[in-house]
């Protein structure tokens, strides 16, 4: 199974949500470069729906030969979902929990499947694995950046040669 990808995913929930939950309400609901800018909340909402949008990316690359999708309007998502109006700890509670519930899935996932061939949109083929890790990688790199940490993950990765 895809322990070690599940396990990546469960160490970022468990190291991330205690500092999440020590934002204040007031601090999360402030967009810091105005309007046109995602607020915590709003940037946190966007890692939610990441996660339903990769949700079935890894379902399906999971049970088919190979998995295409399209990718998704994230700031269409954001608005349309309202994040900005929710009050914070929910917004965190849905992260947390949701990103559980892929944690279980990943778990359930051959390692033969690992290797699926996976394309979103107009990007380069990847695989499953890569797919999962560059998921991660996604939301770490929002995570330090909506907790304003000094080091902000660095995201895309690098091309792997």
């Given at each position: 199974?895809?322990?070690?990808?599940?396990?990546?995913?469960?160490?970022?929930?468990e190291?991330?949500?205690?500092?999440?939950l020590?934002?204040?309400?007031?601090?999360?609901?402030?967009?810091?470069?105005?309007?046109?800018?995602?607020?915590?909340?709003?940037?946190?909402?966007?890692?939610?729906?990441?996660?339903?949008?990769?949700?079935?990316?890894?379902?399906?690359?999971?049970?088919?030969?190979?998995?295409?999708?399209?990718?998704?309007a994230?700031?269409?998502?954001?608005?349309?979902?309202?994040?900005?109006?929710?009050?914070?700890?929910?917004?965190?509670?849905?992260?947390?929990?949701?990103?559980?519930?892929?944690?279980?899935?990943?778990?359930?996932?051959?390692?033969?499947?690992?290797?699926?061939?996976?394309?979103?949109?107009?990007?380069?083929?990847?695989?499953l694995?890569?797919l999962?890790?560059d998921?991660?990688l996604?939301?770490?790199?929002?995570?330090?950046?909506?907790?304003?940490?000094?080091?902000?993950?660095?995201?895309?990765?690098?091309?792997?040669?």
């Amino acid at each position: 199974m895809a322990q070690f990808l599940s396990e990546l995913l469960e160490q970022v929930i468990e190291r991330e949500q205690q500092d999440l939950l020590t934002l204040p309400e007031s601090s999360a609901g402030i967009r810091p470069g105005g309007e046109r800018t995602w607020s915590p909340k709003e940037e946190l909402g966007h890692l939610i729906d990441s996660a339903i949008n990769n949700h079935v990316r890894f379902v399906c690359a999971s049970i088919a030969p190979e998995f295409h999708g399209d990718p998704y309007a994230q700031n269409d998502w954001v608005t349309a979902h309202g994040y900005h109006e929710m009050r914070w700890l929910k917004i965190v509670d849905l992260w947390q929990h949701y990103n559980a519930h892929l944690v279980l899935l990943l778990q359930r996932i051959p390692d033969s499947k690992l290797a699926t061939p996976c394309v979103v949109g107009s990007a380069e083929p990847m695989t499953l694995r890569s797919l999962v890790e560059d998921y991660v990688l996604h939301m770490q790199h929002h995570l330090d950046h909506l907790l304003g940490r000094e080091v902000v993950t660095q995201y895309p990765p690098r091309p792997r040669v």
